[in-house]
């Protein structure tokens, strides 16, 4: 169920999101990620995800999520838990008025992607990465950076 526009803002200045992130490897071990169009992280490269909706049950939102972020519908046997992760941004979807906290659920899946075909609605291109890379660069937002280092936000 999504909110009304202005309920959506009060929850979000309010209370902590429940989001799930994808880590999507190819078999090359290299990683996916996605130039990011909107708030919060707009401008980095990020590893697909997003939040889980009120009602949505785990398996329905990894469903919807990997359909909406990837074209492709994944169910929760294709992947790996990584574990519970913390983002915190100083802005939100809509402006810097108030900051975003999401609880993470870190998801690794192997697949071989053809870039082309990626939705562009969240990230405006994609490429793949290889693991030093990403942790070297300062395009890679630390919050996916985490999931390659040692864990710091926990």
């Keep these: 169920m999504r909110l009304e526009m202005n309920t959506f803002k009060t929850v979000v200045a309010s209370t ?6 994808l880590v999507i490897k190819n078999c090359d071990g290299q ?6 169009t909107n708030r919060p992280a707009q401008g980095y490269w990020f590893v697909p995800g997003g939040r889980i909706l009120k009602d ?11 359909g909406v972020e990837l074209g492709v519908e994944l169910s929760f046997s294709a992947a790996l838990f990584l574990g519970p992760y913390e983002h915190h941004y100083s802005d939100n979807f809509s402006g810097d008025e108030f900051s975003t906290h999401y609880v993470v659920l870190g998801y690794e899946v192997v697949l071989d992607l053809e870039l082309s075909e990626l939705p562009s609605e969240q990230h405006k291109s994609y490429r793949w990465w290889d693991v030093d890379e990403l942790l070297g660069s300062d395009l890679v937002h630390q919050n996916t950076k985490d999931y390659f280092g040692e864990r710091t936000n926990q």
Excluded at 16 to 21: F, N, T, Y
Excluded at 56 to 66: G, L, N, P
């Design 31 to 36: 990683v996916l990620l996605g130039e990011r």
């Design 56 to 66: 949505e049950t785990f398996d329905d939102a990894f469903k919807r999520m990997t």
């Design 16 to 21: 902590p999101l429940v989001s799930i992130d």
